[in-house]
C-alpha cells in the first residue's frame, strides 16, 4: 500500500485517544475500504506501558468483528510513541503481524505528529497519509 487516506476528523479522533493517554502509548485499528479509512476503532493498551502497546484481546476480537460485519477491511494500527521516536521501533519490526499501514503518533516540539510505514520482511518503508 503506498499510501492511507483518511480525513482530518479521524486524525483528530486518534491524537485525542492518544494525547489523553499519554504518557501511556494508546492504540488501535483502522477500517475502510481502498486504503479509505472509514472508521478509527479505539483499543485498550493492555500492557498500560509508556514504551509498548498490547491491544486488549477481547476489545480486538470484537473490533475484528464490527469490521466484517460492516464489510470493511482492517486497513491500518494505529499507536503512539509519546516520547518518541517518529519511527518505527525495533519492537514494532519485531511485533508486526499484519499486511497493514502502521500508523505512529508521536510528540514533537509538543506537537502529535502522525507517520505510515509498512513493515515488511524485518524492515519498513515510509506511507504517504493523506489528510482530506
Not at 479521524?10 to 493517554?21: E, P, T
Not at 483499543?43 to 469490521?67: C, G, K
Amino acid at each position: 500500500m503506498k499510501s492511507l487516506t483518511l480525513s482530518n476528523e479521524q486524525l483528530q479522533r486518534m491524537i485525542a485517544h492518544v494525547d489523553s493517554l499519554a504518557p501511556l502509548e494508546a492504540c488501535g485499528l483502522l477500517a475502510g475500504r481502498n486504503s479509505k479509512v472509514e472508521s478509527v476503532l479505539e483499543v485498550t493498551n493492555q500492557s498500560q506501558s509508556p514504551v509498548r502497546y498490547v491491544m486488549d484481546p477481547i476489545e480486538q476480537l470484537h473490533a475484528f468483528e464490527w469490521i466484517d460485519d460492516n464489510e470493511l477491511e482492517l486497513l491500518g494500527i494505529f499507536h503512539s510513541h509519546p516520547a518518541g521516536p517518529e519511527t518505527v521501533s525495533p519492537t514494532d519490526i519485531a511485533e508486526a503481524a499484519y499486511d497493514v499501514v502502521y500508523v505512529i503518533l508521536a510528540r514533537a516540539n509538543g506537537m502529535w505528529r502522525a507517520r505510515g510505514f509498512w513493515i515488511e520482511d524485518g524492515g519498513y518503508s515510509e506511507v504517504t497519509l493523506q489528510i482530506l
